[in-house]
């Protein structure tokens, strides 16, 4: 009677390593469904990072759509990508010198079609007071080197809002700088964050002692589609982190990146995000 009791124990305690392994921890754990985010909203349908494109990915049924956020001279949280204002509207200069009223006057639709003249930058704050329970909203910090203190104000934000729940699920916050990440997870630990990868810092890819840095304080990794593959993805899985890389334009990369085992996709098109059955 032992030697069976013996293996039954065993075997089930090989079925519980994985849950107790090292690794990003329950958020990455517990969300099992492919994520479709659109990327700046559903932004090869409108422009991006307005709420034309936050419209539309809730129209098109994204289950995520991210944002980029910055900071304007006089310290308010505004949602846009490049660090100055001259591709996606009609003014000039660099965000962190444009006071809020400043962006605020800005086009940042025709640029895209005519029929979106008059979109405006918005805020963080607006943003999530017109989403928040219609979508899951992946927030990038971009360029915190840019702005000292990013961090804090985007978790108020998030605690202003009772956004900072753990089982709202609701959002997600990213970086490439990996510090602000580290950073923002100490100051509001539950709200899942996630590290951005470029192939430009990861010529070589990424080693399992970098996965095993990400896996002390991420839920996800995302990095650029190039550095993805089913070996990466399996070595994301082994620390119970996830996956969702960037940024996914043609069907082709869809379906390469739904074969490679990834968790969800970035795409400007969020019908790509569809694909996946």
């Keep these: 009677m032992l030697r069976p009791m013996a293996c039954l124990m065993v075997s089930l305690l090989t ?163 990996h510090e602000t990440v580290e950073n923002f997870r100490r100051i509001l630990p539950t709200v899942p964050v996630g590290v951005l990868l470029s192939p430009a810092d990861y010529p070589d890819g990424v080693t399992d002692e970098e996965l095993a840095a990400f896996a002390e304080y991420a839920e996800y990794v995302n990095p650029n589609q190039s550095l993805v593959d089913e070996d990466l993805v399996r070595r994301i899985h082994a620390w119970n982190m996830k996956i969702t890389p960037y940024t996914i334009r043609t069907a082709e990369e869809a379906d390469r990146m739904i074969a490679a085992g990834v968790d969800g996709i970035i795409t400007d098109f969020p019908e790509l995000g569809q694909r996946k059955q």
């Design 15 to 177: 079925l519980c390593l994985p849950a107790i392994s090292a690794g990003g921890g329950s958020e990455a754990e517990a969300e099992d469904s492919f994520l479709n985010i659109a990327h700046r909203g559903a932004s090869g349908h409108a422009p991006e990072n307005t709420m034309a494109a936050f419209d539309k990915a809730v129209e098109m049924e994204a289950d995520f759509f991210e944002l980029d956020v910055q900071m304007s001279k006089d310290g308010h949280l505004v949602v846009i990508h490049d660090t100055t204002v001259d591709r996606t509207t009609d003014g000039t200069g660099a965000v962190k010198d444009l006071t809020l009223a400043e962006l605020k006057r800005l086009d940042a639709g025709s640029w895209f079609g005519p029929e979106f003249a008059g979109e405006r930058i918005p805020t963080l704050e607006e943003v999530l007071d017109r989403y928040r329970g219609n979508i899951g909203i992946l927030i990038e910090i971009k360029a915190p080197e840019r702005y000292p203190g990013i961090e804090e104000k985007v978790a108020d934000a998030l605690k202003e809002r009772n956004m900072d729940q753990p089982e709202s699920g609701a959002v997600i916050v990213q970086s490439f700088g």
